[in-house]
């Protein structure tokens, strides 16, 4: 039966290789100023290599969910683990640049196939009631993976060195393709689901179908908007900005990110339960976290010099909430979308958030060697400066959510489906007078 103690065991595995590939794709965050050192390369370089990375992923978002939907979840998840060990074992003999690149090309590569699989296993193995809070709960509890980098990764970094650090990360993955080509199954009836054939004409059909329904782009700016701050944080500038330019210590950045980490475990569930209760108020959930990411950031910007230990705790707590806030863009694809291009619609949400961070992470690197003219060594006003860019992509991901929203509400309403304004929903239950709201 979905959703009894062997979905949950299949589930648990198909999470073991989510949390291993967040492993591998964070874990150039905090080996970012070992890397600096190691390839003698300044902030923007290094960062071409997050970028690079993140390009592969986002590029291959549609592809692998074409796929997915042909070949199911069983045989792009070992795939992926197989590619990112691959990846993790040449970046740690790697002396020069050329090979890093490479290292993260694949590390890139077999990311994209993890986590839309994943996902593809949810609706598969429980029922739809429990859909919502699982999806919330693969994301979050994936997030373990920022953790292993954080601390486990950041210690065998600073004692064993670069090679034993990330031949560990590889064994990992290696150990994590093993145990899903044992236990993982597609669905309670076949080990592996095969789809139709993909035809040209089927490719270009699922794809124009999935992306015209407004619900699918609401979903991709979903997760542009919500995703990017943490992201960009955890994957590649929260580290360096915490100990460089906030001068904390690499013990306390590492558990900033540990706590980044938990708060998004702990925000998920809510927001899953939320999402389940509330099903057409998904936006106004999406939009107050995107408000405090901004609120978050903007008193770390506004403070003057470095800001205090309990100001950058806020403003973790504020981006530990943007993974959650971003899964509900699947669920928009999952809602709008039917179960045969469920893989294209997830792959198209997908790529949102990774397009605005990779954009981010590239243009803060670029701010940072601007103003230091690409001398390692920044100051708090340099990160400051580089950080506020942020703002502008945000803004753009809130216009597109709006646009997206009216157009799918408007969708809903030809489909016999109406959605009463927020304001009317709050006055009908006597939190604020219908003579405030209309004038708000």
Known sequence: MRGGARSWAVWAVG???????????????????????????????????AVLQLLVYAGL???????????????????????????QALMAFSDGVGGAVAARVLVGAGDAMTFISVLRLVPQWFPARRVPVVTQLTGIVGQVGQVLS????????????????????????????????????????????????????????????????????????????????????????????????????????????????????????????????????????????????????????????????????????????????????????????????LGTATGIVNVGGFVASLTTILLVGLILDARTGGRAGYDIADFKVAMSVQYAIGVLGVLGILRTRRLARQRLAAEGVHVRPLREVLAERGWFSAQRLGKG
């Open 150 to 341: 954080a601390v486990p990764l950041a210690a065998l970094l600073s004692g064993a060195g670069w090679t034993t650090a990330f031949i560990s990360a590889s064994a990992a993955g290696v150990f994590v393709a093993v145990v899903a080509m044992v236990a993982l199954h597609d669905s309670p009836e076949r080990r592996i689901n095969t789809g139709e054939a993909v035809t040209a004409r089927r490719l270009g059909s699922d794809l124009a179908t999935a992306w015209r329904h407004p619900g699918t782009r609401l979903g991709l700016w979903t997760h542009f908007t919500t995703q990017f701050p943490g992201t960009v944080f955890a994957l590649m500038w929260g580290y360096p900005f915490l100990v460089a330019g906030e001068g904390l210590s690499r013990g306390t950045a590492s558990t900033m990110l540990t706590l980044f980490v938990l708060v998004g475990m702990i925000g998920g569930p809510l927001l899953g339960v939320l999402v389940q209760r509330h099903p057409l108020r998904r936006s106004w959930l999406v939009l107050g976290v995107i408000a405090m990411n901004a609120l978050g950031w903007a008193l770390v910007i506004a403070w003057p010099g470095r800001a205090p230990l309990a100001v950058l705790l806020l403003l973790v707590v504020a981006l530990g909430l943007g993974g959650p806030g971003s899964m509900i863009g699947f669920e928009f694809a999952r809602t709008f979308n039917p179960p045969n291009r």
């Open 15 to 49: 999470l073991s290789a989510y949390v291993v590939a967040v492993l591998h794709r964070t874990s150039l965050g905090v080996a970012g100023l070992d890397a600096q050192a190691r390839f003698g390369i300044g902030a923007s370089a290094l960062a071409s290599f």
């Open 61 to 87: 978002q549609v592809p692998v969910g074409v796929l997915l939907d042909r070949f199911g979840s069983l045989r792009l998840v070992v795939g992926g683990a197989l590619v990112m060990a691959a990846g």
